[in-house]
């Protein structure tokens, strides 16, 4: 059953019923979905983000890694990024990723904890716009299977549109938390 469930997930980022950063249902609800076991979910998730398919965030659930359909079509993984600022600003955001993660994990109360969790959300929620970035520097360098629609170039003056919305259906979709 636990193959099952990772093949299907596998197949759902192939065909482009998930993309990167898609959220995917939390265990229990991965559970329900499948008639598995939470602890077979669980497994599930944690074998996807062993092969770099997805990735978590505290407090947040698990996503789509931007890298997974390249990963699973054969691609390799991308490049450095060569331009400065663009290397400074990562580094600086997974710097104080892992400053709030060392405050999360030493902290000795429930209320420190909650404090460190907030912060980083509030980090994460904060920095939306260095994901686009890193998206359309790796996208410029052919690094990305498609430049995401809502970065593409506008040809004739035309100013891009907002990213389209597309219909899901209600079994891939992670509940909002």
């Known amino acids: 059953m636990l193959q099952q469930v ?21 265990a229990r609800k991965m559970a329900d979905l499948y008639g598995v076991a939470s602890m077979t979910a669980q497994r599930a998730l944690r074998e996807l983000q062993h092969r770099r398919i997805t990735y978590s965030v505290a407090g947040k659930g698990t996503f789509v890694h931007p890298d997974a359909f390249d990963l699973l079509r054969g691609g390799t993984l991308r490049e450095p990024i060569d331009d400065p600022d663009l290397r400074r600003r990562v580094a600086a955001y997974l ?7 060392i405050r999360y994990h030493h902290a000795r109360t429930a ?3 909650n404090a460190a969790l907030h912060d980083l959300l509030r980090h994460a929620d904060t920095t939306n716009d260095l994901i686009d970035d890193v998206i ?15 970065l593409q170039r506008a040809s004739d003056g035309d100013q ?8 899901r259906s209600s079994r891939n979709r992670a509940p909002k938390q």
């Open 6 to 26: 990772v093949d299907d997930i596998l197949d759902q980022i192939r065909d482009g019923r998930l993309n990167p950063n898609d959220p995917l249902p939390s």
């Open 95 to 101: 710097a104080d990723e892992q400053a709030i993660t």
């Open 111 to 113: 209320d420190d904890k």
């Open 136 to 150: 359309k520097y790796q996208a410029d360098r052919g690094n990305l299977a498609q430049q995401p629609e809502h």
């Open 160 to 167: 891009p549109s907002p990213p389209a919305k597309r219909p």
